[in-house]
């Protein structure tokens, strides 16, 4: 029998058993011209589509799950390297950092207290621990001020935060309430328990703070004349 015709029937038997022009092709090295003319007369039944169909669905979905699990493996990769990098971290890293955190989020325009504004609670936190660590601010100090949306349970929010930055509920200031409903917003992602402000009281510190930001801003504006 010539090659030509033993490639020919393989290809009907594959057919028969249900296999898609790709999968033969891909099976027999054959092109897709070629097993149209063969196969003309072959096609397949709704079974065998329907067959193919739950396969393909099941191929693309083992795939996406092969990248996820590629993606997972490379980002915790790249976290571990940088965790390595990054600590331990000293008081001094931790004093620069702050400075650099309230730079960007911090508020600068009263010199009374210092304050951070943010709706992610590890902003907070961070902000907390920088006065704990570098200025022996004691976290009973700080108060909290929240801003929430009127469709918002209040009493919720208030023990949400109270929980999240372990302070107590008689550090809270009364919320402000927007007169907005959060589920009225087109971006919803980091406002799921609405904005948190936490402040500090302490002129002298504030000034020590606004004057560390001053020299950081000079140096900069110096350095790219």
Same mark, same amino acid.
């Given at each position: ?39 003309? %007369? ?112 209040? %009493? ?20 402000? &309430?927007?007169?907005? %409903? ?26 020590? &703070? ?16």
């Amino acid at each position: 029998m010539k090659p030509r015709t033993w490639d020919r029937q393989r290809a009907i038997r594959l057919r028969l058993r249900g296999y898609s022009y790709s999968q033969i092709k891909k099976e027999l090295s054959l092109s897709k011209g070629t097993l149209s003319g063969w196969l003309k %007369n072959y096609p397949l039944s709704e079974k065998q589509l329907r067959g193919l169909r739950d396969f393909n669905a099941q191929r693309i979905e083992k795939y996406r799950e092969t990248r996820r699990k590629q993606k997972e493996k490379l980002l915790k990769q790249i976290y571990n390297e940088e965790k390595a990098r990054i600590f331990p971290f000293f008081k001094r890293d931790l004093f620069i950092a702050g400075l650099f955190l309230y730079l960007g989020e911090g508020g600068k325009t009263k010199e009374s207290e210092l304050a951070i504004s943010n709706t992610n609670s590890a902003i907070i936190k961070i902000f907390i621990h920088w006065l704990k660590v570098c200025f022996g601010i004691k976290k009973e100090k700080i108060k909290i001020k929240l801003h929430l949306y009127k469709d918002m349970d209040i %009493n919720k929010e208030v023990n949400f935060w109270a929980k999240e930055l372990s302070v107590k509920k008689s550090q809270f200031y009364k919320p402000y &309430i927007k007169n907005s %409903n959060k589920s009225f917003l087109t971006y919803k992602n980091g406002f799921g328990h609405g904005t948190c402000n936490a402040i500090i009281a302490d002129a002298a510190l504030s000034k020590k &703070i606004l004057m560390g930001l001053k020299v950081i801003e000079d140096y900069y504006n110096l350095r790219y004349k």
